[in-house]
């Protein structure tokens, strides 16, 4: 089988062993944010953090849900990282946005964070503090989904069928999730430019 019909195959085979269960929960939380006027923070750090930035779009302007990532603002996440260093750029940062328990965590990762192996600590370390504080946590991550999947309230781990195209699928399905997410009629909040447009 050719590497392409290989990589479709197993697109269709992770969308079959995606639990619709844990995809409601995470809608359900998401609305308790924003029902109680609670923020999004989205972390992600590599493609993770590309996707943080087109989903604080849209669950801004969609969902009408007050939403950031630190990512967005090279300036203080370099001085950050620069003056404090890189595993507590982003704890930091959510400490002085006064992360509270009304908010939500939503993490893009492969991994998820991993303290043992020093992978995405960054990570780990923001969803401790988020712990501490009790906001809640919500994640899209792959592999076994590390740290994120251990706390999350809602976690959708992409299963890794093959080794060879963990990244690739992980972050694939993480835009096919968050979209989902975001225009669910528990969600959506605002009208669409091309579907009110047909």
Request: overall charge negative.
């Amino acid at each position: 089988m050719s590497y392409i019909a290989e990589y479709f195959s197993d697109a269709k085979a992770i969308i079959d062993a995606l639990d619709p269960e844990i995809v409601e929960k995470m809608i359900e939380g998401i609305a308790d944010v924003r029902a109680n006027q609670g923020r999004l923070f989205f972390i992600g750090v590599g493609g993770g953090a590309g996707h943080a930035s087109h989903a604080v779009n849209d669950f801004r302007k969609i969902a009408g849900i007050e939403s950031y990532t630190p990512t967005d603002n090279v300036s203080e996440l370099t001085a950050r990282i620069n003056d404090d260093g890189w595993e507590s750029a982003f704890v930091n940062w959510l400490r002085g946005s006064y992360l509270s328990s009304k908010d939500g965590i939503f993490v893009f990762s492969v991994g998820g964070g991993n303290l043992e192996k020093n992978i995405s600590t960054n990570i780990v370390s923001s969803l401790k503090y988020a712990k501490e504080v009790g906001a809640k946590i919500f994640g899209v991550v792959g592999r076994d989904g590390g740290y994120t999947a251990q706390v999350a309230d809602a976690c959708v781990v992409i299963p890794p069928l093959r080794k060879e195209t963990v990244t690739p699928q992980t972050e694939a399905f993480q835009a096919v999730i968050w979209h989902l997410v975001v225009s669910h009629p528990k969600l959506q909040k605002f009208e669409m430019k091309w579907e009110s447009a047909i």
